[in-house]
């Protein structure tokens, strides 16, 4: 019988299937390296949504005649607030491998482009 990995539900929050079923993130669980890089993952999105929420909103905070504007502003700052988090988490994850990808792609273009091209 296989051992699941990652819950259903995390924190009374369902898990997409998608995400319990990646082969990625089992690999990254099952090494050390991947469950640090993980841990930084999740901590920088945590960081960035907490910057996010107890930023000063006196467009919140004043009030309004109707609560469908006020729920509204809740609302953007609640999109924006996963924006920032998820922004934070993929860059923790792919900061270490950037310099791969720009060195590569910069010996690529030097051997296809060699003088520029005019015409």
């Known amino acids: 019988m296989r051992k699941k990995i990652v819950p259903k539900k995390v924190a009374g929050f369902?898990?997409?299937?998608?995400?319990?079923?990646?082969?990625?993130?089992?690999?990254m669980l099952a090494s050390h390296a991947g469950r640090q890089m993980l841990a930084n993952a999740l901590v920088a999105a945590a960081n960035a949504a907490a910057a996010v929420l107890t930023d000063d909103r006196a467009d919140i905070r004043k009030p309004s005649k109707t609560k469908g504007r006020k729920r509204a502003l809740a609302a953007g700052v609640a999109g924006e607030a996963i924006?920032?988090?998820t922004a934070a988490a993929t860059d923790v994850v792919t900061s270490p491998i950037r310099p791969l990808f720009q060195a590569s792609a910069k010996a690529k273009a030097g051997r296809i482009f060699q003088e520029p091209v005019t015409h």
Do not use: F, H, M
């Not at 997409?16 to 089992?26: A, F, M, T």
């Open 14 to 27: 369902k898990v997409p299937k998608s995400v319990r079923k990646s082969s990625l993130l089992r690999n």
């Open 83 to 85: 924006e920032s988090a």
